[in-house]
């Protein structure tokens, strides 16, 4: 079984609607992280939460929002998606610690808005 | 802010052909470096790390040396197979609390 799980894998909607993309993890790590990727740009960090109660905007949290439900489980929304909200979507997590600890991925949610 | 700065692909090699990949960064401090893999259809996974100057981070034939001097981190392979075929990505952190990654670079190895 993965050790970081998103639902959906793949996802097509309609502007306007509102999305939710889940992410639960199985490692025990207290930080998450949503990031999403588009072709040239690598990955871009949308939100990042360091534990249940804490949370932080990253590079591009415009049109997006998070909920830390627990320690395993983040979830990323789009309240009213766009079609350049269209792209491939990760969560991650990582351990606390000095900066030397990797981040550990899912295997990403394919968003289309149409 | 940190940035990573990598060299544009794709890049196509022979099967048994060396590799690099080069690899910049600007960082403030002592920052971790890292490189990581994404096969198609699936998340980026670590490949190896370094989190200081000089150190040498390798696996599964993959070498990177952390030079501070020249703020770089650039991947090497003697001898990639059709298998290595990939997207990678160097990436850079400062304690946990600024994770950049750079561009990926689409790597293609014909038979």
């Known amino acids: 079984d993965a050790d970081v799980t998103q639902t959906p894998r793949n996802r097509i909607t309609k502007t306007g609607k509102r999305i939710m993309l889940e992410c639960s993890q199985t490692?025990?790590?207290?930080?998450m992280y949503w990031y999403r990727q588009d072709p040239g740009l690598g990955l871009r960090l949308i939100y990042y939460?360091?534990?249940?109660?804490?949370?932080n905007k990253g590079e591009i949290s415009d049109g997006y929002s998070v909920s830390r439900q627990a320690q395993a489980k983040f979830s990323l929304s789009l309240e009213s998606a766009i079609p350049n909200q269209t792209a491939l979507y990760f969560c991650?997590?990582?351990?606390?610690?000095?900066?030397?600890?990797?981040?550990?991925f899912g295997d990403g949610t394919r968003l289309s808005i149409l | 802010g940190n940035s990573v700065t990598q060299m544009e692909g794709p890049v196509t090699l022979s099967e048994e052909a060396f590799l690099t990949i080069n690899c910049t960064y600007t960082a403030t401090g002592y920052p971790s470096l890292f490189w990581y893999v994404q096969y198609p259809g699936e998340g980026l996974q670590l490949l190896l790390k370094?989190?200081?100057?000089?150190d040498k981070g390798s696996n599964k034939g993959f070498e990177a040396t952390y030079r501070k001097e020249t703020t770089s981190f650039h991947l090497e392979k003697g001898s990639v197979q059709v298998s290595d075929s990939a997207v990678y990505f160097c990436a850079v952190d400062n304690y946990g609390q600024n994770f950049v990654f750079g561009p990926g670079t689409r790597l293609s190895v014909l038979p």
């Open positions: 370094a989190t200081k100057a000089d």
């Open positions: 991650a997590t990582s351990e606390q610690g000095a900066g030397n600890q990797p981040q550990h």
């Open positions: 490692k025990g790590h207290d930080r």
């Open positions: 939460s360091f534990d249940v109660k804490d949370i």
